[in-house]
Nanobody, 119 residues
Framework: VQLQASGGGSAQAGESLRLSCEVFGSPNIYSLMSWYRQRPGKERELVADITYRGVIDYADAVKGRFFIDRDNAKNEASLQMSDLKPEDTAVYYC??????????????WGQGTLVTVSS
């Protein structure tokens, strides 16, 4: 199973970018799709996740600016990032995992895609 993330790049503050994550090599639909990021000098942190049924969680830092979505038929997830800020500069990773019974379990990681936001 492989996850292919795409859509990173450079943006000016206030602009938008859209990240996509496609799952290859698995007939299964992962019940949890997540986006994490690792900012320079920081640990990897959750940006947003979405369950198979569409239950979403966002990090406080991105609420109202970032929107996660998924296409279960295509086994894909996306992250629409608007009103970008320099502090959003990071390597963004997608993860395909599992959610159920109140638990979230991370699974397969994608390779990461760099987002650079300049002021």
């Amino acid at each position: 199973v492989q996850l292919q993330a795409s859509g990173g790049g450079s943006a000016q503050a206030g602009e938008s970018l859209r990240l996509s994550c496609e799952v290859f090599g698995s007939p299964n639909i992962y019940s949890l799709m997540s986006w994490y990021r690792q900012r320079p000098g920081k640990e990897r942190e959750l940006v947003a996740d979405i369950t198979y049924r569409g239950v979403i969680d966002y990090a406080d830092a991105v609420k109202g600016r970032f929107f996660i979505d998924r296409d279960n038929a295509k086994n894909e997830a996306s992250l629409q990032m608007s009103d970008l800020k320099p502090e959003d500069t990071a390597v963004y990773y997608c993860n395909a995992g599992y959610a159920g019974g109140g638990e979230k379990v991370l699974g397969v990681w994608g390779q990461g895609t760099l987002v650079t936001v300049s002021s």
